[in-house]
């Protein structure tokens, strides 16, 4: 099965699943508006978008439909079954269930690229903040709070380089998202954030 048909099967069940839930009642346990005729207005990696809850469609102001990926990543938000709760405690990828198998190409498909690309251009790097909606803390030499999905942040930890050591970037999440996404969904909601950086 090719990546795509992946993606679109996981969208299929996705999709199912929401279908025989009262979406309303969702729509306030995950923290998100309520709908306004057959749409719910979101807001998500900085954009503003649009979710269909006739055919679970997502499109942006526009009129253009969502990366196939943050599709998904809505579906599974949508998906939780728990009220969700920002507990403000940092987790590392590795605690997600799964997340120690998946470290090493969560890591080369997120913030080793990211670090790369960056060095130690902290300007550029705040600069490309700006596509997403975020605020600076102090953790590292730079750190940013990224908003993603509804209750889902993700923190970006940026340590700059020096004669010894290469810059490196860390990512964590807020513990409550270990509720709502599994492994696979946090390394795409990672390389979402740290692509469109890029």
């Known amino acids: 099965m090719s990546k795509q048909d992946a993606l679109d099967k996981a969208i299929e069940m996705a999709i199912e699943k929401l279908s025989a839930i009262d979406l309303n009642h969702r729509l306030k346990t995950v923290?998100?508006?309520?709908?306004?005729?057959n749409t719910v207005a979101i807001r998500m990696f900085g954009g503003d978008m649009l979710l269909n809850i006739t055919?679970?469609?997502?499109?942006?102001?526009d009129g253009k439909a969502a990366k196939p990926a943050d599709r998904l990543l809505l579906l599974h938000y949508l998906g939780c079954e728990f009220h969700i709760k920002k507990t403000g405690e940092l987790m590392p990828f590795r605690e997600f269930?799964?997340?120690?198998?998946y470290l090493e190409p969560f890591l080369s498909r997120s913030v080793q690229p990211l670090?790369?690309?960056?060095?130690?251009?902290?300007d550029s790097l705040k600069k490309n903040l700006n596509r997403f909606d975020w605020?600076?803390?102090d953790i590292g030499d730079f750190a940013a709070v990224i908003k993603t999905i509804g209750e889902v942040d993700v923190t970006l930890v940026?340590?700059?380089?020096n004669d010894e050591f290469a810059p490196e970037a860390e990512l964590f999440f807020d513990s409550?998202?270990?509720?709502i996404f599994n492994a696979e969904d946090a390394a795409v909601l990672a390389g979402r954030i740290c692509f469109g950086l890029f």
């Open 31 to 37: 923290n998100l508006p309520p709908k306004a005729d």
């Open 115 to 122: 670090a790369k690309r960056f060095g130690n251009d902290l």
């Open 97 to 101: 269930t799964g997340g120690q198998f």
């Open 176 to 179: 409550c998202t270990k509720k």
């Open 158 to 161: 940026y340590r700059l380089g």
């Open 55 to 61: 055919d679970f469609s997502l499109t942006n102001l």
């Open 135 to 137: 605020v600076q803390t």
